[in-house]
Nanobody, 124 residues
Framework: QVQLVESGGGLVQAGGSLRLSCAAS????????MGWFRQAPGKEREFVAG??????DYADSVKGRFTISRDNAKNTVYLQMNSLKPEDTAVYYC???????????????????WGQGTQVTVSS
């Protein structure tokens, strides 16, 4: 069983930055593929960024603005969000895949565990 706890969300003005953190339990965290997803009101959950075996992938809408990184010593994955826009407003979820993996997965069904989410609100 893996527990994921997100933090770092909040209210920020357009153009600002936030860094989300996701702390994970588990002794084999370094093997997990990790992802960030988000869900805005009235919309489906969407892929934001993923990390797997040293490879990363991003949704087109966040490329060049968001960066996913991880610190295996701290069992933590981060999402640095810069140049935030009002359309980035959503609940952001961290996800972990503990099954064997090849490549970065961009669909939610590929992940095994989810955090509770953290709200990010970008004002115009």
């Amino acid at each position: 069983q893996v527990q994921l706890v997100e933090s770092g969300g909040g209210l920020v003005q357009a153009g600002g930055s936030l860094r989300l953190s996701c702390a994970a339990s588990g002794r084999t965290f370094s093997r997990y593929a990790m992802g960030w997803f988000r869900q805005a009101p009235g919309k489906e959950r969407e892929f934001v960024a993923g990390w797997s075996e040293g490879n990363t992938d991003y949704a087109d809408s966040v490329k060049g603005r968001f960066t996913i990184s991880r610190d295996n010593a701290k069992n933590t994955v981060y999402l640095q969000m810069n140049s935030l826009k009002p359309e980035d407003t959503a609940v952001y979820y961290c996800a972990a895949r503990t099954r064997p993996t090849i490549g970065v997965f961009t669909t939610g069904a590929a992940y095994d565990y989810w955090g509770q989410g953290t709200q990010v609100t970008v004002s115009s």
